[in-house]
């Protein structure tokens, strides 16, 4: 399940999404309660953006096939979202 680590002003439905997955955190597991399903899902984001600054890693950062790429409006998908 990837986790979009950048804060985005606003939605980008319709838009095309790149992903690299590059490492494998945990497996899924049950938690006892909610608090601590988000508790750890928080420890997984810190533990990603701390990889990303390790030698292994780090080229997928500025990687061209991840660059934004958004597809000019047009009337007729502005208008049907």
Not at 19 to 24: G, K, N
Request: hydrophobic share 35%; with cysteine.
């Amino acid at each position: 399940e990837p986790w979009l680590l950048h804060d985005f002003d606003e939605d980008f439905y319709g838009e095309e999404l790149s992903l690299a997955i590059v490492s494998y955190i945990r497996p899924e597991v049950s938690f006892p309660s909610l608090e601590s399903l988000i508790a750890k899902i928080y420890e997984d984001r810190k533990l990603a953006e701390n990889a990303l600054d390790l030698p292994l890693y780090v080229q997928y950062k500025n990687d061209p096939y991840l660059k934004i790429k958004l597809k000019k409006p047009n009337y007729l998908t502005t208008r049907c979202m």
